[in-house]
Structure formats: C-alpha cells, structure tokens
C-alpha cells in the first residue's frame, strides 16, 4: 500500500513539476510542503519499514494537511492552469483515503505519538533551512513557516501581526501539534473501538 502511493504521489508530482519548469518555475512550488512529505513518507517507509511512526505520522498530519488543504484550497484553485487545481483536489483526497486505509489496516499505534511530533519538528526545521538558502532566488515557503514575511496562512497572519513573525511560526507549528494531537486522540478511539468489537 505505501509503495503504491507513493509512486502516485511521485508521479503526480512530477507532472506537476514540468508543467511548472515549462509555464515559469517559481521556488515556491518546491515540494517541501507539509502536504509533500507523503511522496518521501511512504516510499521510505515502503522499503525500510522504518521508523514505525510513519504509518502515525502520516494519519496525524497527513490527515490534517489534507482536510485543511480541501478547506482552503485557494493555494490551487487561484491558478490558470486547470492541471493544478485537479492536482490539488486529487493529492489532498488521496491524503485523507490513505490516513483512513492506515486506520482500518491496523498501522496505526496511538504510543507513537511523541515520535511523529518529533518527525514534524525535524521536517519542519529542514523546511526552514531550505526556506532561508532558497531565499535569493524567490519567495520559498516551505511549510508555510518562512521567516521573511508573515504568514500567508488565514488567522495566522493576523496572529503575526500581534506577536511577531518569530512567535508566530513558533505558535503556528504549537498548533499544528494540537490538531494532530485531536486527530490521534480520535484514531487512538477508533482502534479501541475496533479492537473492542474484535473481542466480541
């Protein structure tokens, strides 16, 4: 299962990136985003089986990178290329089926919590230095946490406003953290639920 999404994702991807690099390539459509990691994710994970918060990792936030994603969707909705809104709606929806494909397969294991937090922190401080080293050449935001400008995220720039960039990314990724922690908590339900009617 996690190689075959992986190599869709991959292949999404890749269309997408010629497309970009033919039409005018901007350094913002560098996949590092949050909503990117599914393309590494899933192929490491297909050939190592490690670390075995990954199959965590990606119903946590790949799951509230989806949903969020769906719900503002502007970032590939507002083009004039119609691939890239089809590749946003497509990429997203795949994000979620895979979460709940993890959750009913029984990968999921609600103790790795603390591991998947410390994965998002890593890939998250990695998108930083790329956002800091691609910065001469454009606008790169990986992750949404470039230190250059504020946020382009909803609320959140409002929330720059008032505490300062610095303590906004910081915030930022605090809540990230919790919405991941919600959707653990409901998963950590679900498989007790599940091993409950598997006892009965």
Not at 58 to 73: E, P, Q
Not at 80 to 94: F, N
Request: proline content about 4%; hydrophobic content about 50%.
């Amino acid at each position: 299962m996690y190689l075959c999404f992986g190599m869709i994702f991959f292949m999404l991807e890749m269309i997408k990136q010629c497309l970009l690099i033919h039409v005018g390539y901007n350094i913002w459509y560098f996949p590092f985003q949050l909503c990117s990691m599914p393309i590494y994710l899933n192929l490491f994970y297909a050939f190592t089986h490690k670390p075995k918060c990954l199959p965590t990792w990606l119903v946590d936030y790949g799951l509230l990178g989806g949903i969020a994603a769906l719900i503002v969707h502007s970032g590939f909705t507002d083009t004039p290329y119609l691939y890239i809104t089809i590749h946003g709606y497509l990429w997203h929806s795949l994000m979620i089926l895979e979460a709940l494909l993890i959750l009913y397969k029984g990968d999921f294991h609600f103790k790795a919590y603390g591991h998947a937090v410390m994965l998002l922190l890593l890939l998250a401080s990695i998108a930083e230095v790329i956002n800091i080293m691609a910065h001469p050449y454009g606008d790169c935001d990986m992750f949404y946490i470039s230190p250059y400008h504020l946020s382009s995220q909803p609320i959140f720039s409002h929330i720059d406003q008032l505490i300062g960039r610095p303590l906004g990314i910081i915030f930022y990724l605090l809540c990230m953290m919790a919405a991941g922690g919600i959707l653990h908590l409901l998963g950590g339900l679900y498989n007790a639920h599940r091993r409950q009617k598997l006892h009965l």
